[in-house]
């Protein structure tokens, strides 16, 4: 089975606080690519970052860092010092080589809190 | 600056009314995909196309109807809306595949009354 859970449906936190957004995937391809994509409120989805199976750095980017865990089948996004700007909906989506199409999570709605 | 640009951005149309919702990208994609989504919930995969002439139902059972006649436009049709596909279409692509990570358009939020 192929699948990808994001079981925080929403997470509210107060401006400035570190939030991390969980990522749980399932796939038997080796092969396999990972992503992030934010979606605010005027409703367009935005790319983020995509990670390979082969490459398990973690990446920071500014205020967002990402951890991926083969051993976990986890791709988890954090967002150190939040800002309102922050709030959105965050979709993790998996790729697998055998596959052109894209598998997506529900989606976790963050809420930044002035 | 887009590079797949949907439209209109709104549409609010009464029942039973023919629609089509334009997608049209410069980038010279080959694979495309029309998906529908509820504000803020799940995307849910209504159509895709791998190239000209080349359409596929998704994984949601949808009443509307692509075509794929030129590389860069990928429309969609509904040929009697109603409430029912009250939502938002979300038009994507991508060139390599779903490796390469997919370039949304803005969305349609499409109101049936």
């Known amino acids: 089975a192929q699948k990808v859970t994001q079981a925080q449906t929403e997470i509210s936190v107060v401006e400035k606080e570190d939030v991390t957004l969980d990522c749980v995937y399932e796939?038997?391809?080796?092969?396999?690519?990972l992503f992030w994509y934010k979606q605010p409120p005027s409703g367009e989805l935005v790319f983020l970052i995509r990670?390979?199976?082969?490459d398990e750095q973690n990446e920071i980017s500014g205020r967002y860092s990402w951890n991926f865990q083969k051993s976990t089948s986890s791709f988890n996004f954090t967002i150190t010092a939040s800002q309102v700007v922050d709030s959105a909906v965050y979709f993790c989506?998996?790729?697998?080589?055998?596959?052109?199409?894209?598998?997506w999570g529900a989606g976790t709605k963050l809420i930044i809190k002035p | 600056e887009a590079d797949i640009y949907q439209t209109p951005r709104y549409l609010v149309i009464g029942t039973g009314k023919k629609i089509t919702l334009e997608c049209s990208q410069t980038?010279?994609?080959?694979?495309m995909y029309w998906y529908q989504q509820d504000p803020g919930m799940e995307l849910h995969l209504i159509h895709y196309?791998?190239?000209?002439?080349?359409?596929e139902k998704g994984d949601l059972s949808s009443e509307s109807t692509v075509s794929r006649i030129r590389t860069e436009h990928f429309p969609l049709t509904l040929e009697s809306a109603r409430p029912s596909h009250t939502s938002q279409y979300l038009c994507?692509?991508?060139?390599?595949?779903?490796?390469?990570?997919?370039?949304f358009g803005s969305g349609t939020r499409l109101t049936v009354v």
């Open positions: 994507a692509s991508t060139r390599g595949g779903a490796r390469d990570g997919y370039t």
């Open positions: 980038m010279g994609h080959d694979k």
């Open positions: 196309s791998y190239g000209v002439n080349s359409t």
């Open positions: 796939t038997r391809d080796t092969t396999y690519y």
């Open positions: 990670r390979n199976s082969f």
């Open positions: 989506a998996l790729s697998p080589d055998s596959n052109y199409q894209l598998i």
